[in-house]
């Protein structure tokens, strides 16, 4: 069983729906966990940071930890076009980051 | 927020030279850097881990005198490929933390292309 599992996608939705980005991992000892956007030939970007059980939200953005189930989630609302990007979910661990395979996300107009 | 440079965005060279690819950290210092490589439509695959003032640890199959990696400062490390080839044209990125095992920086990735 691989550490972080994240489905690949792709995956596409009408503008302005919600969007939810999933990642389940193995390692009861994961403490935090990120959210990167990244766009074709660019560097990650760090979207979402927690490190509890809970919901975190950001504008748009609202992360979800679920410790006991070792389930996180990213949700998006009102998603646009420029939403259309691959998604990391990511657990810093042993002075490494474990990432996820990335979804690609495709919004339409 | 935390910015991390890395430069060149992108080079082209030939066949049998060397490539140095840059990666600062702008307003903090780095404990430690990693080094990636991405191929299209695949995730991230960590090359190495580098610590200031020490030498970088390469992960399994990754060549280290192939991929030079230099931790000079707490705010720059450096990746040279050398006596580059065609295979190893790649979108390379460079990532750094302020605190181990928390969130980590990107930089925005060079993109090599060996001729």
């Known amino acids: 069983q691989k550490e972080v599992e994240q489905d690949p996608g792709p995956l596409s939705v009408p503008e302005g729906a919600i969007v939810s980005l999933n990642c389940t991992y193995s390692?009861?000892?994961?403490?935090?966990f990120m959210w990167y956007r990244q766009y074709s030939r660019k560097g990650p970007e760090l979207l979402m940071y927690?490190?509890?059980?809970g919901n975190k939200e950001d504008g748009r953005f609202t992360a979800q930890v679920d410790k006991s189930s070792k389930y996180i989630s990213l949700f998006i609302r009102d998603s646009q076009p420029s939403d259309s990007a691959t998604y990391l979910c990511?657990?810093?661990?042993?002075?490494?980051?474990?990432f996820g395979k990335g979804t690609r996300l495709h919004i339409l107009p | 927020g935390a910015v991390v440079s890395q430069h060149p965005s992108w080079v082209i060279c030939k066949s049998g030279t060397s490539v140095k690819i840059e990666c600062r950290s702008l307003?903090?210092?780095?404990?430690?850097m990693f080094w990636y490589r991405q191929f299209p439509k695949q995730s991230l695959m960590l090359m190495a881990t580098?610590?200031?003032?020490?030498?970088?640890?390469?992960e399994q199959g990754v060549e280290k005198d192939k991929f030079l990696i230099n931790h000079a400062s707490l705010t720059l490390s450096t990746l040279t490929v050398t006596s580059a080839h065609p295979e190893d044209s790649s979108f390379y990125i460079c990532?750094?933390?302020?605190?181990?095992?928390?969130?980590?920086?990107f930089g925005q990735g060079t993109r090599l292309t060996v001729v």
């Open positions: 990532s750094a933390n302020r605190v181990v095992n928390t969130e980590a920086f």
């Open positions: 390692n009861s000892a994961f403490q935090y």
């Open positions: 927690t490190y509890s059980s």
């Open positions: 990511a657990m810093p661990f042993d002075d490494k980051i474990i």
């Open positions: 307003d903090f210092q780095a404990t430690t």
């Open positions: 580098s610590n200031e003032g020490s030498k970088a640890t390469y």
